[in-house]
C-alpha cells in the first residue's frame, strides 16, 4: 500500500521559515521520484521541488529557487521541504507526490506523479 504522509504546515509571517516532512512507505521512497507541489485557491496545481530516488538530483520552480531547499533522510523514509524567506504568495496547500518514471528532466508537472498525500496548508501573511 503506497502511502505518504505530509506534515509542517502553518501559519507564519513573511519572511519566516518553515519544513514541511513527507514519510513514504519504503518501497516508494527508494524507488519513485518524490515532488513537492502546490496549490493556492482558484490556481492549478504547480510544481516546487524534486528530488531523483538513488542520486539525489534536484530541481526547482523558478519562483522558489534559492528560498526553498527539497532533501531526503534515508532512515526515517522521509523527503523535506524547506521553505525559507516565506513570502505570501507560498501561501498555498503544498502536496507530497511520488512517481515511478517521469517524462520530463525536471519531473515539475503534476501530470506525471501516479501517488499523491492528503496535503497540508501554508499561510504566510504580510
Known amino acids: 500500500q503506497v502511502q505518504l504522509v505530509e506534515s509542517g504546515g502553518g501559519s507564519v509571517q513573511a519572511g519566516g521559515s518553515l519544513r514541511l516532512s513527507c514519510v513514504a512507505s519504503?518501497?516508494?521512497?527508494?524507488?519513485?521520484?518524490m515532488g513537492w507541489f502546490r496549490q493556492a485557491p482558484g490556481k492549478e496545481r504547480e510544481g516546487v521541488a524534486t528530488i531523483y530516488p538513488r542520486r539525489g538530483i534536484t530541481y526547482y520552480a523558478d519562483s522558489v529557487k534559492g528560498r526553498f531547499t527539497i532533501s531526503r533522510e534515508n532512515a526515517e523514509h522521509t523527503v523535506y521541504l524547506h521553505l525559507n524567506r516565506l513570502e505570501p504568495e507560498d501561501t498555498a496547500m503544498y502536496y507530497c507526490?511520488?512517481?515511478?518514471?517521469?517524462?520530463?528532466?525536471?519531473?515539475?508537472?503534476?501530470?506525471?506523479?501516479?501517488?499523491w498525500g492528503q496535503g497540508t496548508q501554508v499561510t504566510v501573511s504580510s
Open positions: 519504503e518501497y516508494i521512497y527508494s524507488s519513485y521520484y
Open positions: 507526490a511520488a512517481a515511478n518514471f517521469v517524462t520530463t528532466k525536471q519531473a515539475l508537472l503534476p501530470f506525471e506523479y501516479n501517488y
